[in-house]
């Protein structure tokens, strides 16, 4: 489903704060997998989701969805392919409108923007029935202007407008990490709920090691911009943090610098 | 009494006058609160829809056609500001700044050399909607509360379509925009004409109602514009959320401005002076919630 062929990726090249991120880093995604991604500091976990999503260009190698060459296609373009939700809640929604115009607008992704009226009777009652899935009790606030949510509240419809169109791929950049405990929780098991549902290929950043050995079928573990550990079914299963730590420390010849991660 | 009944005279014509700028200021707000960008090009384009549609008025083109060549004109001064901005990457305030400068040429050009075409009803009968002088100033107010209405009645549908969606949804949020697959470029070139449209329009509603157009016609236009929508904001926003509303109490500030101006020329203030009020009074309402977080800010650390 995803193909990320030999991609390189330097950030100020030629300059005093030159940064290689990637060197030839090749990754592939089968239909229906849900990856989690783990890695210490300055790994490039959220550098490797933005260069598969277009904010940034790669240097060299090929990035391919669903068999489509996406390597020069421009970031509005792809996202007819990808369904995105970002760490800061405020990122995936505009505040200053309504709920229904939020969806509306995530509603649209992948056709041609017309002078269709948008929001018809119609579309509200498929909006209406979608935000019960979240249970939130957000079907009744449709005209809510969206700044006044909560965080956890705005994370679960920006993952509702991610997946709104079943897209090929669903990219999630830590998207629980901003929240507290509880509501993260409640926002992954609809992350979760919502991947099953529609049969998506996911790819899950997370600095939570508990949460990345519980969910998705497959982890793959990040250092210094190359894979370090990539495993999957029975064996990931049997995973607990501390096998995981240890894997790591084997891989990659280094301490985990993650602070969050052994933290949390 | 007297001098009361003198001063509800001038009323009409200020309300006049804030209905022909509230035209102006609805596509400021388009730019300043939609956008959410600056955009300095309708100092430049208010001028062009004034020479456009007084020069081919004064050529014998019927004023419907006139009017529709100045939106146009317009709308082209806003392209070139939106091209500048993302074509090449030049801020937006100041590719609306180089565009006005190019339209200052340009304006001077359409009107043929000439800093001043005269354009009155006196002259020009029927040829011309709005009447310059007080004589029919009730049609005058109907056609351009006409204008208004319609005008604000497109936007209202426009804004809820997707495409409008998509042009406030790039206001609001770039990086969500672009994750849902809008090509904010285009939206934000698109707003741009939008706008200037709007705000040509309004000078081409103008060059009738002063009965002329002017080269130096449109100097500091922004400033009003803005003063219109800060002013209909502040006095309607907690109202409601109702867009067509909004778009209305736009106008209601326009008219508002300009009943003040009136008032304030009529107790013998130098009209010299008033540019200054203008922007002083613009400052403080952009400078107020500013202040006011700052000082929540520090009463918060305090307890």
């Known amino acids: ?264 | 009494m007297e001098l009361i009944f003198n001063w509800l005279g001038t009323l009409p014509g200020a309300v006049a006058q804030g209905l022909a700028w509230g035209l102006m200021a609805i596509g400021v707000y388009i730019t300043f609160k939609i956008l959410d960008v600056a955009d300095l090009t309708v100092d430049g384009s208010i001028c062009t829809g004034m020479a456009v549609c007084a020069v081919l008025v004064t050529n014998g083109v019927n004023i419907w056609i006139a009017i529709l060549c100045a939106m146009l004109a317009g709308m082209l001064a806003g392209l070139v500001t939106g091209l500048l901005h993302t074509l090449l990457g030049i801020p937006a305030i100041l590719a609306g700044i180089l565009t006005q400068l190019m339209l200052w040429s340009t304006n001077l050009l359409i009107m043929g050399g000439k800093a001043n075409i005269a354009l009155s009803r006196i002259k020009y009968g029927d040829k011309v909607l709005i009447s310059s002088g007080s004589s029919e100033i009730y049609v005058s107010l109907a056609i351009l509360f006409a204008f208004c209405f319609v005008v604000i009645a497109l936007l209202y549908w426009f804004f809820g379509t997707e495409l409008g969606m998509s042009l406030r949804s790039t206001g609001c949020n770039l990086e969500m925009s672009r994750a849902q697959g809008i090509n904010t470029d285009f939206t934000k070139v698109f707003g741009l004409a939008l706008s200037n449209g709007v705000v040509a329009l309004s000078g081409s509603l103008l060059a009738q109602q002063q009965g002329a157009a002017d080269i130096n016609f449109g100097r500091g236009a922004i400033v009003i514009g803005l003063a219109a929508v800060i002013i209909g904001e502040a006095l309607f926003q907690k109202k409601t959320t109702n867009f067509a509303l909004r778009l209305f109490f736009v106008v209601c500030g326009a008219i508002i401005y300009w009943f003040v101006f009136q008032t304030v020329v009529f107790i013998g203030l130098p009209t010299e002076l008033l540019k200054m009020l203008s922007a002083i009074v613009v400052a403080l309402f952009l400078g107020v919630p500013f202040l006011k977080s700052r000082v929540f800010a520090k009463k918060k650390k305090r307890g």
Not at chain 1, 37 to 53: E, H, P
Not at chain 1, 172 to 190: C, Y
Not at chain 1, 211 to 232: S, W
């Open chain 1, 1 to 264: 489903m995803l193909e990320i062929k030999n991609i390189c990726k330097t950030f100020n090249e030629g300059t005093i704060n030159e940064k290689k991120v990637f060197d030839d880093l090749s990754l592939t995604l089968e239909d229906g997998d849900f990856v989690t991604v783990i890695g210490g500091n300055g790994a490039g976990k959220s550098t490797m989701l933005n260069l598969v999503a277009g904010a940034y260009s790669v240097d060299d190698g090929q990035i391919f969805i669903d068999g489509e060459d996406v390597t020069k296609l421009p970031e509005y373009k792809r996202a007819k392919l990808i369904g995105r939700v970002f760490q800061d809640p405020r990122m995936g929604t505009a505040s200053d409108m309504w709920v229904e115009e939020n969806m509306s607008v995530a509603d649209s992704r992948g056709h041609r923007r017309g002078v269709r009226w948008a929001i018809t009777s119609k579309d509200r009652e498929r909006y209406r029935e979608q935000l019960k899935i979240l249970d939130l009790g957000l079907e009744n606030r449709l005209t809510t202007k969206m700044g006044l949510l909560s965080g956890g509240q705005r994370q679960a419809i920006t993952l509702l407008m991610a997946a709104m169109k079943k897209p090929k791929l669903l990219l999630l950049d830590e998207h629980t990490a901003a929240l507290d405990p509880k509501t993260a929780a409640k926002v992954l098991e609809i992350t979760d709920k919502l991947i099953k549902e529609n049969n998506l290929t996911a790819l899950m950043v997370t600095h939570n090691m508990r949460d990345a050995i519980a969910h998705g079928n497959r982890i793959i573990m990040m250092n210094a911009g190359k894979i370090v550990l990539d495993i999957k079914g029975e064996e990931k299963k049997k995973l607990t943090v501390e096998s995981l730590l240890a894997e790591f420390t084997k891989a990659s010849g280094a301490e985990f610098s993650n602070d969050r991660a052994l933290l949390s």
